[in-house]
């Protein structure tokens, strides 16, 4: 008896903790939210403008709120971990993109930790941020010169800790990191037709080099998502079922990213998108190239892709290196929300959550791939939009909405005219929800209508007399109909 009132008192105890943890690790997400906001609005508005001081206020209360039981709020960075007094913090895919933005934006300015005490006034946080967002990371003494303007605005509450010298340059810069995803996507793409080759002629297959592949896209989207999003608008014609599942399987990894999958997840994860499409090796060419409408037959036949690809898996001499889950990804990624679609006759009453989060990639990128038989081309803007028109029936609601925020109102790759007269590419969308409708932009043309090699432009910049945005979007453009290439664009990049 006394041993069981044990056991429950540790028990209460551990919800307890559990309890202050969640609601702790909430707070944490809350200042992020809050800090982001007012770095960005920082860097536009002056710091007694209303907007700038919205940020600021609620971000003052929440370090406020934490410093009454904390003797202090110590944030430290270590890669793409965040530490809050010693104690990991887990962002869920809708704040991420705040924690990624700061973390980013701090190593730039070589800053580690940063440290708020108890004592800390509103007007220390407002010039606080003010130097944060106005610093100039390019300066070889940045971080120097950023501790001496803090000293010197006597904001006395507020620490920084530099990154170790040793850490500073560890990561690749940008344009390596371009060349890296380049050099990886079209090695999977070579991967995956040797594959296709092996598994026709009955060879053992590489699994173990599949996982490597998908490895190493996963560290690179968790460098540059952005660009990896922007590789998927390659789109060979020729080869498509290869391009399309390399293309699937990017996709798919960002959005199990924006899920908080962790690393190992996401690597099966994209194992699994890698070989959704392995049973169409079993329909004839002819029928998958069709120009004209198919005939009953051949519909039953492209469906039973499904039921061969699984097969196909099943049989693999390595399937002990293989996720479990491709067998339901092979099988299930035709299946709707509300089990429909195909195979029919669906027994079970549930849909794995790799099979739905590659159902929706697989749409995606099939709709905006340009097909022979298809009289329209979606654009990316009028695919996510088309795919929305079946929230709830087609595609799960909850993760189609992670899907849209995270290829964004203007998703990237599309092919925009701008109030400028001149037309530009999105190549970053803005994770921010107050600036979806501004991205960032590569300008292609002049105002004249001329091809340019233009500069990447953020459309959140503004005028510094006028106060007004310098470039708006006015409508997303199809590429096929100004004979333009986008791929080339995201190509270029890194050369």
Not at 128 to 153: P, Q, W
Not at 295 to 306: D, L, N, V
Not at 407 to 421: C, E
Not at 428 to 452: L, M, Q, S, W
Request: aromatic share 10%; with cysteine.
């Amino acid at each position: 008896m006394v041993d069981h009132r044990v056991e429950k008192n540790q028990k209460e105890k551990k919800e307890q903790r559990d309890s202050v943890r969640k609601a702790l690790s909430k707070t944490v997400e809350e200042i992020f939210i809050r800090f982001a906001s007012a770095w960005k609005t920082a860097q536009i508005y002056e710091p007694n403008n209303l907007t700038f001081m919205n940020q600021v206020n609620p971000l003052f209360t929440l370090v406020q709120n934490i410093l009454k039981n904390e003797v202090e709020a110590r944030f430290h960075f270590q890669g793409n971990t965040l530490f809050f007094n010693n104690i990991r913090i887990k962002f869920d895919f809708f704040n991420y993109h705040n924690f990624k933005f700061l973390a980013e934006e701090f190593r730039k300015k070589e800053i580690e930790t940063i440290c708020f005490q108890p004592g800390l006034d509103q007007d220390e946080l407002k010039k606080f941020v003010v130097l944060l967002a106005n610093a100039d990371a390019k300066n070889e003494n940045s971080f120097e010169d950023l501790t001496a303007k803090i000293k010197g605005e006597k904001i006395r509450h507020i620490f920084l800790e530099r990154i170790h010298p040793l850490e500073i340059g560890a990561g690749l810069e940008p344009e390596d990191i371009k060349q890296s995803a380049k050099k990886i996507f079209f090695k999977s793409l070579t991967h995956l037709k040797e594959i296709f080759k092996r598994e026709e002629k009955q060879e053992r297959l590489q699994i173990k080099t599949t996982r490597r592949l998908i490895q190493s896209i996963v560290k690179l989207i968790a460098q540059d998502e952005a660009f990896m999003i922007g590789l998927t608008n390659i789109k060979n014609y020729d080869e498509y079922t290869v391009n399309h599942s390399i293309n699937v399987s990017i996709l798919t990894v960002c959005l199990g990213r924006r899920l908080g999958l962790d690393k190992k997840e996401l690597v099966d994860l994209g194992i699994c998108s890698f070989f959704h499409d392995i049973g169409k090796l079993e329909v004839p060419k002819e029928i998958l190239e069709k120009k004209g409408k198919l005939s009953k037959e051949e519909r039953e036949i492209i469906e039973k892709h499904t039921y061969h690809g699984a097969g196909k898996l099943i049989r693999l001499k390595e399937l002990s290196s293989l996720p479990i889950r491709a067998l339901h990804v092979a099988l299930e990624h035709h299946l709707w929300a509300n089990l429909s679609g195909y195979p029919k006759r669906w027994k079970k009453h549930s849909i794995d959550l790799f099979s739905k989060l590659v159902k929706i990639c697989d749409v995606f990128d099939a709709v905006t791939t340009k097909r022979s038989y298809r009289k329209h081309d979606f654009t990316r803007n009028e695919a996510l939009s088309m795919m929305l028109e079946g929230s709830g029936t087609e595609f799960d609601p909850f993760l189609l909405k992670v899907f849209a925020n995270m290829i964004g109102v203007y998703p990237i790759g599309t092919l925009a005219a701008l109030n400028t007269g001149q037309l530009a590419i999105v190549m970053e969308t803005n994770p921010e929800v107050a600036f979806t409708p501004r991205p960032k932009v590569k300008i292609i043309t002049d105002e004249a209508g001329k091809r340019i090699d233009g500069e990447i432009v953020d459309l959140t910049e503004m005028d510094p007399e006028t106060k007004e945005y310098k470039r708006t979007i006015v409508k997303s453009l199809d590429p096929h109909k100004y004979e333009i290439r986008i791929s080339d664009y995201f190509l270029a990049q890194g050369e």
